[in-house]
């Protein structure tokens, strides 16, 4: 039932405070033409109305902490509630961006120092933490790669973005919006780049190569000096997809690595809560040579005065990307999950989280039930297949995905990469237990024998939730999105079905 389906004409939940500054007239304070002209379609509950009805949604969700939450290339740890209780600082939550900037200068030092560790942590030199999520930043990376070929004259000839076939579905499709062709390098059968193909793809139009390392397939890519020198050799910048960056934290670095843009997604390497759309923050990390291109405002320190401020962007900068400086309490979270672990321990999680994907991997490679298509050692995460499933008796990586729900487990990403048939990505993260992956372990393996005994039981599942299998695609296609819209919607298919007797 939605909330518009409940509660009753003049029920309440909340007044509005009594009065206390000298009453206006209505219009001097919004004009007529601004106004509503019809009643405000609010739904009237009272406030146990209210409070069950999001009770009871919040049981119907999943989340990090009800269980397991496998979901590959999502990095779904357990974020620290220390973080939660220093973003909730009055000084840090109750601060506006209009205020003076003598008046944050607590806030603008968090940022400052956030900037120098993020900096340290990639092996850039300056970043900017304006983007509000991973996609986002990458489409700021993107517009870093025009600006710099534009002032070296390029742009118009510069034309082409190199992608993976593994690579995320955000990386082509952020290349897509800045206005680039993409071009796709295929992966090996190790499942890194082809080399020999990107030799071959690159040239006087390449403006760039999106790559993560550790890749979607949660494998390293052993060759990317090389990949590096090409893709410089032939003009073009490197953009390091950060969102693996689990995997490699305080071990080794992009910048290192040879690459000149990073986007990291805070949300998910330096733990915020995320999923369901966001809160997200995809810092930008870039070399010397890009700097003056980045957005503004960035914090600066003034030594002279001792001040922190905000730095406006400078003559070539690609423009401000959001308003404000980005989004603070993700910022808040990232410092205080940064300093409470120290250089130590953001490696732990690198090792950690390593190892896990790694014991898991072997757990379900020993079973032989799913079929691996890479043999080598996995980073943080890893995909293997149900092919054979498929083959054996028509299931879909989907079809146990969904299964595993009625075990208590968040299923892994299913069909990506799209390298891999019937994919099954899972990540489970530094956060976990070794109880908590034998048993996720075990569900596996007991729903790929339940696919030889039992196949329909996994087609019909899941069995456990409030609703089944949902039309996904029709939702896509034909997605109901308010109440009057809905309204209208059941209307119509009524008719349809009295049309049809
Ligand atoms: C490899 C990779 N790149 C980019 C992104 C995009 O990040 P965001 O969801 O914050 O936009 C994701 C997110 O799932 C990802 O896994």
Redesign the pocket.
């Known amino acids: 039932m939605t909330i518009f389906e409940r509660g009753a004409p003049g029920r309440r939940a909340y007044r509005l405070p009594v009065l206390d500054v000298p009453a206006k007239p209505l219009d001097e304070l919004v004009p007529p033409r601004a106004r509503r002209q019809g009643p405000l379609l609010l739904p009237e509950l009272s406030e146990l109305e209210v409070i069950r009805h999001y009770t009871d949604l919040s049981h119907r969700n999943w989340a990090v902490d009800v269980g397991f939450y496998p979901l590959g290339?999502?990095t779904m740890k357990y974020n620290p509630r220390i973080n939660e209780a220093v973003a909730a600082l009055p000084g840090f939550s109750r601060i506006h961006p209009y205020q003076p900037e003598e008046t944050v200068q607590g806030a603008l030092e968090l940022m400052y120092r956030l900037q120098q560790y993020l900096a340290e942590i990639t092996g850039m030199h300056a970043i900017t933490l304006a983007p509000a999520?991973?996609?986002?930043g990458?489409f700021l990376g993107l517009l870093l790669v025009q600006a710099y070929h534009r002032h070296r004259g390029e742009e118009k000839s510069r034309r082409q973005i190199i992608v993976p076939d593994s690579a995320?579905g955000?990386?082509p499709a952020s290349a897509a919006l800045a206005g680039y062709e993409v071009v796709v390098v295929p992966s090996n059968k190790e499942g890194g780049v082809d080399v020999e193909e990107l030799r071959r793809l690159v040239g006087p139009a390449t403006a760039g190569l999106m790559l993560?390392n550790p890749n979607?397939l949660g494998l390293f890519e052993k060759e990317i000096t090389e990949i590096a020198s090409i893709v410089h050799g032939a003009g073009g910048l490197l953009y390091y997809?950060g969102?693996?960056m689990n995997a490699i934290l305080g071990v080794c670095r992009p910048g290192d690595m040879g690459f000149d843009i990073v986007h990291l997604?805070l949300?998910k390497t330096f733990s915020t809560p995320h999923g369901g759309g966001g809160p997200?923050a995809?810092a930008i990390g870039v070399t010397e040579r890009l700097i003056p291109f980045l957005p503004g405002p960035r914090v600066e320190y003034d030594a002279t005065s001792g001040k922190y401020r905000l730095q406006p962007a400078g003559p070539l900068s690609v423009g401000r990307i959001k308003e404000f400086y980005g989004h603070f309490g993700v910022m808040v979270r990232a410092y205080t999950y940064i300093r409470m672990l120290g250089p130590t321990g953001l490696r732990q999680v690198a090792e950690a989280a390593v190892l896990n994907a790694n014991y898991l991997q072997a757990r379900l490679r020993a079973s032989g039930l799913y079929v691996f298509p890479y043999s080598r050692r996995c980073m943080h995460e890893f995909v293997c297949s149900a092919r054979r499933q498929r083959e054996e008796s028509g299931l879909r990586a989907t079809d146990l995905a969904k299964r595993l729900i009625d075990y208590g487990y968040h299923p892994p990403t299913v069909a990506f990469p799209l390298v891999v048939e019937e994919a099954l990505m899972c990540e489970p993260t530094e956060t976990e237990a070794k109880e908590t992956l034998d048993g996720f372990a075990e569900a596996l393996i007991a729903v790929a024998r339940e696919a030889k005994e039992n196949p329909d039981v996994i087609r019909e599942a899941p069995h456990t939730t409030p609703v089944s299998r949902l039309d996904e695609v029709r939702a896509n296609r034909n997605p109901v999105l308010n109440w009057r819209m809905r309204q209208a919607v059941v209307q119509k298919e009524k008719g349809r079905e009295e049309e049809r007797g």
């Open positions: 290339s999502c999520a991973g996609a986002h990458e995320h955000t990386n993560t979607t997809d969102a693996n997604n949300h997200g995809g």
